[in-house]
Nanobody, 118 residues
């Protein structure tokens, strides 16, 4: 199983970006899908979660600005980021709990860099 993240880049404060993360491989089902981020010198933090049923949860710092969604047919999770701030600058990682062959488990994407300039 692989998770491939894309969509990062450089944007001015107040702008928007949309991240995507597609899972591939011999996948039976995907449970929760998450986006994490890690800023320079800081610990990795959970940004947003979406369950297989579509329930969502967000870090307080991004509520009202970020929206997580998923396309189960495409095994893909998205993160729409609006009203970006310089403090959103980080490497963003997707993560998913996947039932797959030969092993189920917690999988991580490679990370995509988001840089927000002031």
């Amino acid at each position: 199983v692989q998770l491939q993240a894309s969509g990062g880049g450089l944007v001015q404060a107040g702008g928007s970006l949309r991240l995507s993360c597609a899972a591939s491989g011999s996948i039976f089902s995907i449970n929760a899908m998450n986006w994490y981020r890690q800023a320079p010198g800081k610990q990795r933090e959970l940004v947003a979660t979406i369950t297989s049923g579509g329930s969502t949860n967000y870090a307080d710092s991004v509520k009202g600005r970020f929206t997580i969604s998923r396309d189960n047919a495409k095994n893909t999770v998205y993160l729409q980021m609006n009203s970006l701030k310089p403090e959103d600058t980080a490497v963003y990682y997707c993560n998913a709990d996947i039932s797959a062959w030969p092993s189920a488990g917690d999988y991580w994407g490679q990370g995509t860099l988001v840089t927000v300039s002031s």
